[in-house]
């Protein structure tokens, strides 16, 4: 009898023939769904505190520096553990740390709704960034593993925009409730929908269940070893990918924080009113995240080397349309050049993430969507809002918002590199997977 190993848990390998049923299409839906709903969990459960500031300020006499350290200290722990917590999940199985994570953020969310005072609310927070700090990378490595490489841009633009999604929906539901019921309930509705998605995907999504529909299974007799942690920056298509993904981020990481700034300064819209319209463009981010990853995928299907080349062209219409809008004066053609680079602003997300996915060994894909989340991080949602609002103190906040979409021109740069680097890239992949792949077999 043949013996089939694999060190991580999941098969992985060359792809094996499959006889396509209903089952098997359904399934990698089913694991999408779910693991999206969880997403929209984990980002309505960190934004709702925004809805409540004012209740917690005039109940717990909090200042402003407090009420922020309770949103930063989340921030702070998903930058932290993303990369580390990505390689343990990528040993101990993705399903399991990802019901691990919702399990820890929801209770650590219905802890919030007890807490007593500014303490125990920061010990609270402090445990729902530690719960989600990897969901977003294990969670898209779990999805892309059971569907084919050509919807991979696809998925991972709709699979990031789920956190713009999530924070919308979290703010807004999070203020009804805090209004009609008091602010705890805020906390514990969030916390009871976390749990019971969580019972959810548990029932339904195994290791089992998923191995038997990875895309790339072994065939019999192949054991898969691990791929080495230094894998996932060796390869040089890889690193223009979490390079190029970062700095595209840049610009749309300045219009979530900016907007609602810039409205209220540059329009002279009372803060509400300007929050509101920056609503607006926050989901034209996310669905342009989607739209740019479906575009994507139909544009590569027959060469998916094309994915780099849309990425850069997305940058292109981003850099070209902001930097008109922003010198345009007020009124309705800034804000619809505005719009189109919303839309766009975020494109290039999806591709970069198929990319990543499509050159990293299967045995560590969550920690090389760790990696690209982590980069993310550090070269767009955190530096960008942090540039602008340096340079805002010399130039004012338009100024600075007129030199924030040069970041894509790296960026473009980046991806441009990665298409040439890609051959090689495909080359060490290759080289990787004969490295830790080899033929036994066991007889009873």
Known sequence: ????????????????????????????????????????SDYMSRQVLSAVFPFLKTDWSLTDSQLASLTSV????????????????????????????????????????VASGYEHMLFARFLVGVGEAAYGS????????????????????????????GSVVGVSMGGVIATQFGWRWS????????????????????????????????APGVVVQRAPFTSLFTNPAVLC??????????????????????????????????????????LLIATGMICCGYFADRLSRTDVT???????????????????AFRLDTGAGQLALLAVGAFFSAGSSGTT??????????????SAMGTLTLANNLLGLALGPMVVGILADDLGL???????????????LAMALGKRMHPRGLAKLAALDAATTRTVSAHH
Not at 259 to 279: E, M, Q
Not at 398 to 412: K, M, R, S, W
Request: net charge positive; hydrophobic share 60%.
């Open 306 to 324: 094309r994915k780099w080349t849309v990425g850069v062209g997305y940058c292109a219409i981003g850099l070209v349309s902001l930097l008109v």
């Open 353 to 366: 993430a198929a990319m990543v996915a499509g050159l990293s060994h299967q045995s560590v894909q969550a």
């Open 138 to 165: 294990v969670g898209i490595a779990l999805v892309l593993s059971v569907f084919a490489p050509r919807v991979h841009a696809a998925l991972s633009g709709a699979f990031m925009a789920g956190g713009s999604f």
């Open 187 to 218: 906390f514990a509705a969030m916390a009871v929908l976390g749990l019971l998605l969580a019972a959810v995907f548990k029932l339904l999504i195994t290791e089992r269940r998923v191995a038997q529909h990875l895309v790339h299974r072994p």
């Open 241 to 282: 990918a979490y390079v190029g993904g970062g700095l595209q981020m840049f610009t749309a990481a300045v219009m979530l924080a900016w907007l609602p700034s810039f409205f209220n300064r540059t329009y002279g819209y009372p803060a509400d009113r300007a929050a509101v319209i920056a609503s607006i463009y926050v």
């Open 1 to 40: 009898m043949t013996a089939i190993i694999s060190s991580v848990g999941e098969p992985a390998g060359p792809p094996v023939a499959r006889t396509p049923s209903s089952g098997r299409r359904f399934f990698p839906w089913a694991v999408f769904a779910l693991a999206f709903a969880l997403l929209l």
């Open 398 to 412: 338009l100024g600075a918002l007129q030199l924030a979409p040069l970041a894509y021109i790296p960026a473009a």
């Open 74 to 113: 989340v921030a702070l722990m998903v930058g932290l553990l993303t990369l580390p917590i990505s390689i343990l999940a990528d040993r101990w199985g993705r399903v399991r740390s990802l019901v691990l994570m919702a399990v820890l953020w929801s209770f650590a969310t219905l802890g919030c709704a």
